[in-house]
């Protein structure tokens, strides 16, 4: 079965903290992805990664960094947290096929408050 | 850049009645569009998409019409049923990415 396991479904952090979530998947695709999901505003692409060691910026990469040292491994890091970060965090995953990235499997969520 | 505006934000329906949401994109160049569902303390669930070379694609109670000249394409959901309450996102793939929609959060009340 599918699977993508993020490491904490919640976490409260004080402000200035260095904030990892760690993010791993079973299905040896080559894409990783980010998400923030906001009230009112969806979901919305942190950063990506589509093989190890690559990293592409997404929609909101401001204050955020990412590390990829193994295909089944996305961190997202947050170097120091404020409290406009607090948010629920997606990881996922796709493969690709024929040049074009396939159906993306999301894990549960990460909730982080910053305190 | 590239946009999905995605309507309504809140859908309230009586159980057996159907349920549409909407969604318009801006990238021409979008030529996959799959359908999310979001389940209270879950991530989200791939449960129906549709490419840009079909008009209309079925799976029992729910479909996905595409309209690829006016750049919108919309979920129908036949029958609702309870469990069907959830948060619904529609995305485009731009590039290698998947652009998500702000979501609809529907209600089916028994």
């Known amino acids: 079965d599918v699977k993508v396991t993020q490491s904490s479904r919640y976490l409260v952090k004080r402000t200035g903290e260095k904030v990892f979530l760690e993010c791993v998947q079973d299905?040896?695709?080559?894409?990783m992805f980010w998400y923030r999901q906001d009230p009112g505003l969806g979901l919305r692409l942190i950063y990506f990664?589509?093989?190890?060691?690559?990293?592409e910026k997404g929609d909101i990469p401001e204050g955020y960094s990412v590390s990829r040292e193994k295909k089944e491994r996305f961190s997202l890091i947050l170097e120091s947290a404020s409290t406009n970060q607090t948010s629920m965090y997606l990881c996922a995953s796709s493969f690709i096929r024929g040049q074009r990235s396939t159906e993306a499997f999301f894990g549960q969520g990460t909730r982080l408050t910053v305190v | 850049g590239e946009n999905v505006e995605q309507h309504p934000s809140t859908l309230s329906v009586q159980e057996g009645d159907s349920a549409v949401i909407k969604c318009t994109y801006s990238d021409s160049a979008s030529n996959y569009f799959p359908w999310y569902k979001q389940e209270l303390g879950k991530g989200p669930q791939l449960i129906i998409d549709i490419r840009s070379n079909v008009g209309e694609k079925k799976d029992q109670r729910i479909a996905v019409t595409l309209n690829k000249t006016a750049k919108h394409f919309s979920l129908h959901i036949t029958e609702t049923q309870p469990e069907d309450s959830a948060v619904y996102f529609c995305?485009?793939?731009?590039?290698?990415?998947?652009?998500f929609g702000t979501g609809t959060r529907l209600q089916v009340f028994p």
């Open positions: 995305a485009t793939r731009g590039t290698d990415k998947l652009i």
């Open positions: 299905m040896d695709h080559e894409n």
């Open positions: 990664s589509y093989d190890v060691k690559m990293k």
